[in-house]
């Protein structure tokens, strides 16, 4: 990440101390570890980590060791107060190797990741070779032709984040990829993962699902109903942010996946 986006995460984090603290609990972290079932990962990695929303989920209902990685000197404090272990390396520096042997991982989560990266050619083949024959990534990221993204870009002629805001202020400077549900589910593929399952989240638990349902349950109850149908009924492009699992494979990868509404 570049040192500006750092700079932005570390003041955002100003007074988080404990997972508590953290304001920004999203779907995609509530989905883990429910999705590993059925594939008995033995190893796990969860790259940027950051206070471990899924790290500390799965460390509490996985039978699995769990390694996590960041580099933000606030996000490794936290991880680290709440027993889980730590290894702290550039995942986006294409001069290095990630520090762990061919195959170690039989799984990898990369949440809201990607879409940080510049060298992402190197990123996305130290995560396959790091990754054991058939093993599995877990990923996401924005994807910027989803219908909530829409509405301020069609309608009020705003751009996805702006700087001047503070809830869009982190995006602004952090993210240097755009993708759409398309473009990570060709470029992922091209590095010689096949997906296998995408995961659609329904509004259940996240920060700002609360905050709405506190303010107007009605419009909470309609906003779940309306993505609840969407997920259903539509295709995955629409969705604000689906979870893809991808499987490592030598061979062409598949078109087709199951999708999972959660």
Not at 112 to 138: M, P
Not at 205 to 234: D, E, H, I, N, V
Request: with cysteine; net charge neutral.
């Amino acid at each position: 990440m570049r040192k500006d986006a750092t700079n932005v995460e570390e003041a955002r984090l100003k007074g988080v101390e404990r997972i508590d603290d953290y304001p920004s609990f999203h779907e995609r972290h509530r989905i883990f570890p429910g999705v590993f079932d059925g594939r008995n990962h033995n190893r796990i990695l969860d790259v940027a980590a950051g206070v471990g929303c899924a790290a500390r989920r799965i460390h509490d209902n996985y039978p699995a060791e769990l390694v996590c990685n960041d580099i933000a000197p606030t996000c490794l404090r936290v991880l680290e107060r709440q027993g889980l272990r730590t290894v702290s390396f550039d995942i986006d520096d294409d001069d290095t190797v990630f520090p762990f042997p061919d195959g170690y991982f039989d799984a990898v989560v990369s949440l809201a990741t990607i879409e940080h990266i510049i060298f992402l050619d190197h990123h996305l083949k130290e995560i396959r070779r790091i990754l054991s024959n058939q093993g599995y990534l877990y990923i996401s990221t924005p994807n910027y032709a989803g219908l909530t993204h829409l509405p301020g870009y069609l309608f009020k002629g705003e751009s996805f984040h702006n700087p001047l805001r503070e809830k869009s202020k982190y995006e602004f400077y952090a993210h240097v990829r755009y993708f759409t549900f398309k473009t990570i589910l060709e470029f992922v593929s091209s590095f010689g993962f096949t997906p296998v399952e995408v995961y659609l989240p329904l509004p259940e638990s996240s920060s700002c699902y609360r905050a709405m349902q506190a303010k107007s349950p009605l419009k909470a109850w309609a906003f779940r109903s309306s993505m609840w149908l969407l997920y259903t009924l539509g295709s995955p492009r629409w969705a604000s942010e689906p979870v893809i699992c991808f499987q490592k494979t030598d061979q062409k990868p598949a078109t087709k996946y199951r999708k999972v509404v959660l």
